[in-house]
């Protein structure tokens, strides 16, 4: 495994990362050109200089309504989790439970949540309705990846567990839960993104509606002001934090499953 | 060597460790995998059950396991079992173990869900690990072993509650045949070193015979006895039996005995 690699393969993974990098290069000059000659006034299309002189510029600004988003994504993400897992488990230990709430959780997810955002804006204080859309929209891909991952279990493995005599309980802790790891974490994966999208979608419908100060309400409050380039940068940050969040729980997942599960494992014979 | 026809047993003899008395079988959907079962385990044997795939050879060993309910018939246990579901130790087709915790864990489950402390299960892992020929072994995840290694972690977590009964269902049909011999002479040596009784599910004529006190044969549609056969070679048995005339008569025997069984099988089809 020391060996060097081969030398096709460092090439391959220099291509890799040198690829994008040229690619985003050669963007932002076409860009920057195409704002230049056409003389592109910027509330129209800004040029990439002045979106970065723009992100320094409000940088406090932009950056306190970056972690009022964060906040939201975070406390969403974790309520999805806790409430996504446990509901599955819930699910899993009765049937009956499953039948009558699942159709239900399915009808929250398939609800288009920028029509649900204006309601929950009514009947919920704002920040909690903006919590409520990261939460719901989060919320299935755990409950329905790790409802799946619950009932995958090694049906030798649960034989095995009857034989010992295994109570409920350990069935789940020792068994079912560890069986049903690479899905939940799949499910997270998904659900950190989506929390964000969640929060942006309320923060929007929001709008100036609220006291609201996330980074999404930025972005709508300066398109009303024509600041186009505060919005892009706004934008930009938004990206980035989409990013962090998606190799984030990425990361989680490689450590939590790099031993043992094939979906993490590093290629060992080269 | 003698080659008995099966009497219909009505009692159950007092050396038997466990006796099916006209066990039937029926799935649901229609396929009738034994009927009129009759079976004793004697304590102290090594017994196989030896035929054709879908004389209900496995499903016998569930049945004993107490995995699966029998559609008739009755399992009995003459002297009440020292220690409810321990006292039976199962090694099934794959080696079925948790792939995400080390070679230790998976030996400790037994103990574990039996409620053992694990101050108090460490030796009786270590044990049962070292009998294996696995002691260094016990950091390492089930994935980092080959597939025999892989049949010995499964061996000692079957071993690791001195079970007084070990079931084993084709434990070594999916390893090279090196692999196999290896694992034929440790597992012998293992049986007479805890003096435990085992019943083994095979379809290799040369494994039972290399194995067994006494091999039953089953015939297939629906699953039953066929015939018995006592192999009454002395143990320890090694590579020098394996290579006898002994061994060769023995094993044409048992072919034979097999013949006549799939014979019967043909016959009895409608």
Same mark, same amino acid.
């Given at each position: ?10 090439? !391959? ?11 985003l290069?050669?963007?932002l000059a076409?860009w920057e050109?195409a704002v230049r000659?056409?003389n592109i006034p910027p509330y129209v299309l800004p040029d990439p200089g002045l979106i970065a002189r723009t992100l320094m510029s409000d940088w406090s600004l932009l950056f306190q309504s970056l972690l009022v988003t964060l ?8 309520? /999805? @989790? ?32 920028? /029509? ?37 279990? !090694?049906?030798?493995?649960? !034989? ?30 998904? @659900? ?8 942006v979608?309320?923060e929007?419908?929001?709008?100036s509606?609220?006291?609201g100060s996330g980074l999404a309400y930025r972005i709508a409050e300066s398109g009303y002001r024509l600041n186009i380039p505060r919005m892009f940068a706004a934008l930009l940050l938004l990206s980035v934090a989409g990013i962090v ?26 | ?11 159950? %003899? ?6 099916? %008395? ?7 959907? #229609? ?16 017994? $196989?059950?030896?035929?054709?795939? #879908? ?6 060993? &569930? ?15 003459? $002297?009440?079992?020292?220690? #409810?579901?321990? #006292? ?32 108090? *299960? ?8 070292? %009998? ?19 049949? %010995? ?35 012998? *040596? ?17 494994? $039972? ?10 015939? +297939?549609?629906?699953? &039953? ?18 290579? $006898? ?15 006549? +069984? ?9």
């Amino acid at each position: 495994m020391s060996a060097p690699r081969p030398l096709h393969e460092r090439r !391959d993974r220099a291509l890799r990362i040198a690829l994008p990098v040229i690619v985003l290069v050669l963007g932002l000059a076409i860009w920057e050109l195409a704002v230049r000659i056409g003389n592109i006034p910027p509330y129209v299309l800004p040029d990439p200089g002045l979106i970065a002189r723009t992100l320094m510029s409000d940088w406090s600004l932009l950056f306190q309504s970056l972690l009022v988003t964060l906040l939201t994504t975070f406390e969403g993400f974790l309520l /999805a @989790a806790v409430g996504g897992v446990g509901l599955a488990v819930l699910f899993n230990q009765s049937r009956l439970l499953e039948y009558s709430l699942y159709p239900y959780a399915v009808i929250l997810q398939v609800t288009p949540i920028v /029509a649900v955002a204006p309601l929950l804006l009514i009947y919920l204080p704002q920040p909690l309705a903006v919590l409520a859309c990261a939460w719901i929209v989060a919320f299935f891909p755990v409950l329905a990846n790790t409802t799946l991952g619950l009932y995958s279990v !090694d049906r030798n493995l649960a !034989d095995l567990f009857a034989l010992y005599g295994a109570s409920r309980w350990q069935m789940l802790w020792h068994l079912k839960l560890p069986s049903a790891l690479p899905y939940i974490l799949g499910g997270l994966r998904i @659900a950190g993104g989506l929390s964000l999208i969640g929060a942006v979608v309320a923060e929007i419908a929001a709008g100036s509606a609220g006291a609201g100060s996330g980074l999404a309400y930025r972005i709508a409050e300066s398109g009303y002001r024509l600041n186009i380039p505060r919005m892009f940068a706004a934008l930009l940050l938004l990206s980035v934090a989409g990013i962090v969040i998606f190799y984030l729980l990425s990361l989680i997942n490689y450590l939590a499953l790099r031993r043992w599960h094939e979906s993490a494992l590093e290629e060992e014979r080269r | 060597m003698t080659m008995m026809m099966m009497e219909k047993a009505t009692t159950v %003899r007092s050396d038997s460790l466990v006796a099916l %008395r006209g066990v039937g079988k029926a799935f649901p959907n #229609g396929t009738l995998a034994l009927k009129g079962f009759d079976f004793d385990v004697r304590a102290g044997e090594f017994v $196989s059950l030896l035929g054709p795939s #879908g004389c209900g050879k496995s499903t016998a060993l &569930r049945i004993i396991a107490g995995l699966s309910e029998p559609s008739e018939g009755d399992v009995v246990w003459p $002297s009440p079992r020292t220690d #409810g579901e321990s #006292g039976i130790g199962f090694v099934f087709q794959e080696p079925t173990l948790m792939p995400w915790t080390s070679v230790f864990n998976n030996v400790l489950l037994p103990l574990e869900l039996k409620g053992v402390s694990a101050g108090q *299960a460490h030796e009786p892992v270590v044990a049962a690990l070292d %009998r294996v020929g696995l002691q260094d072994f016990g950091r390492v995840y089930p994935r980092e072993l080959s597939g025999g290694m892989r049949m %010995r972690v499964s061996i000692a977590r079957a071993l690791v509650t001195e079970p007084q009964l070990l079931l084993m269902d084709e434990p070594f049909a999916a390893l090279d045949e090196i692999t196999r011999f290896k694992l034929n002479n440790d597992l012998l *040596a293992v049986w007479q070193a805890l003096r435990t009784t085992v019943v083994f599910v095979t379809h290799s004529v040369f494994e $039972s015979v290399y194995l067994s006190n006494r091999i039953v044969v089953m015939a +297939a549609r629906p699953g &039953r006895v066929f015939t018995e056969l006592k192999i009454d070679a002395p143990y320890p048995r090694d590579q020098n039996f394996r290579t $006898s005339a002994e061994y060769g008569a023995f094993c044409r025997r048992t072919s034979e005995a097999l013949a006549q +069984a799939m014979g019967a099988q043909v016959g009895a089809q409608p």
